[in-house]
């Protein structure tokens, strides 16, 4: 009966566990969509027809609905979630700050859009996320990059695409375009110690976030030059996404479809805003940018087969397949620069994979040293899920038959040894058979 039990609360906490994760690529698509007022979803209708299209399941709620939860029964409602919502000082229903930090924990990617009042509960998430957003009622000013639409504030700034960062994986096609983007937001700033964050989009080094309704600067403006972040993402070491964007008008039908006029003259038809926020979106919720290895297999070059255990200065075959989710399908992975290790404690080899059409293969000599060693995969480039893969194998000595009979090494040995031999025979030789001539006396 007490075994019975204890199998029992350990299925039942295998379960609870197994619920409590999201999957890791972007197969599912349910997405929860908080908004501040409904009124957001007419005006950001072309965005959400764009997640439409792309076949996500989008749930659209109050931010402070009073039935509001993520979580039922210990399983996750939805796999991604965007926050329309920044002037929220606390989220209705059960959700706030924590929920949403254990979400991510889980591997749910969140989607934040910011504007010029930020409440409670997004600031405090973005404290947990490493962002800080500047006061209430700042925006991001530029006086020399500026729309010629703006209202005289100077916050309807003209962001250049020189200033995105260049990963095309995940902001798509908006740099090669060339083409700049429209905000009028909050700016932030990110800790610069946390090596998860990537800045995405900053603004000029003209710029700087304060209150517009100033006329004078009283203090140092919260973020100043290009330590104006903009656009910046996370990704945590779970693979989860979380991506901030100072504004909720870089999202608009205003944005997409608008015009763009600076001050020196330059014009452009349409915004460079609808590509970047769906490649971003794309990539926030791992429809892009989600690899997968499998097919693990090690043999040895001569016969391909897989021993028990490999000998020293064995010739070894290994093989890997490596797949990138991309919109839905898993298709074969073509990078060129993923290494493997041969480690004991610190890698004894190392060497980059040969790509045959997502198929990775190398082949190199187990080294002259016996033990313990993993092949080891630590792929972590910007923009890519972080793969790590380490497949145990034991190395042995050579036996005592299959040494080699002369060592090339010993060749000075053996040459000594022998010298010595003939040299101690020779002096032998010398000391028995020689002998000196006794000179004769002369007879008296």
């Known amino acids: 009966m007490v075994r019975l039990s204890i199998i029992c609360i350990g299925l039942f906490l295998f379960a609870s566990v197994w619920s409590t994760t999201i999957n890791i690529d972007g197969s599912s698509k349910r997405l929860l969509v908080l ?56 989220f209705g229903g059960r959700l706030d ?36 957003f500047a006061d209430d009622k700042s925006a991001v000013i530029d006086h020399l990059n500026y729309d010629v639409n703006d209202d005289g504030q100077h916050t309807l700034i003209v962001a250049s695409p020189d200033n995105l960062l260049s990963a095309e994986i995940i902001v798509g096609g908006a740099k090669k375009n060339a083409v700049p983007f429209l905000f009028r937001g909050i700016g932030m700033s990110s800790d610069q110690d946390n090596p998860l964050l990537l800045d995405i989009l900053t603004a000029s080094s003209s710029s700087y976030t304060a209150n517009p309704e100033e006329q004078t600067l009283n203090e140092y403006p919260a973020t100043v030059g290009k ?7 996370l990704q945590a070491r779970n693979n989860a996404r979380v991506g901030f964007v100072g504004s909720l008008d870089f999202f608009s039908n205003d944005f997409f479809e608008g015009s763009i006029q600076t001050i020196n003259g330059k014009k ?17 919720f791992k429809q892009r940018g989600v690899l997968r290895a499998r097919n693990i297999r090690h043999y040895l070059k001569s016969d391909k087969s897989t021993p028990r255990f490999y000998t020293v200065k064995n010739d070894i075959v290994f093989n890997v397949q490596f797949d990138e989710f991309v919109h839905g399908k898993w298709m ?29 293969e190398a082949q ?26 380490a ?34 025979f020779l002096l032998s030789f010398i000391v028995l058979y020689h002998r000196d001539d006794v000179p004769k006396k002369k007879a008296e």
């Open 391 to 424: 497949t145990q194998v034991s190395v042995h000595p050579l036996r005592h038959t299959e040494y080699e009979r002369f060592i090339p090494s010993a060749y000075p040995y053996y040459i000594s040894s022998f010298s010595m031999m003939a040299g101690a």
């Open 227 to 233: 330590r104006t972040l903009l656009i910046s993402v």
């Open 268 to 284: 452009h038809p349409k915004s460079g805003n609808q590509d970047l926020a769906v490649a971003l979106t794309d990539w926030v």
């Open 35 to 90: 908004l501040d007022n409904l009124g957001i979803r007419e005006s950001h209708s072309f965005y959400f027809k764009q997640l439409t299209d792309r076949g996500f399941d989008i749930t659209y709620k109050s931010s402070d609905d009073s039935s509001l939860q993520i979580v039922k029964y210990g399983e996750y409602l939805y796999e991604n979630i965007i926050i329309f919502a920044p002037a929220t000082k606390e």
């Open 97 to 132: 700050a924590e929920i949403l930090t254990q979400f991510v924990d889980a591997g749910g990617n969140v989607l934040v859009a910011g504007s010029n009042t930020i409440g409670d509960a997004i600031r405090e998430f973005a404290g947990e996320c490493g962002i800080e």
């Open 364 to 389: 190199f000599r187990v080294p002259d040293t016996y033990g313990i060693f993993k092949f080891v995969i630590d792929y972590n480039r910007v923009g890519y899920t972080y793969l790590y893969s």
């Open 332 to 360: 074969p992975f073509n990078g060129t620069d993923v290494q493997l290790e041969f480690v004991r404690i610190d890698p004894f080899v190392r060497t980059t994979l040969k790509n045959k059409g997502g198929q990775l």
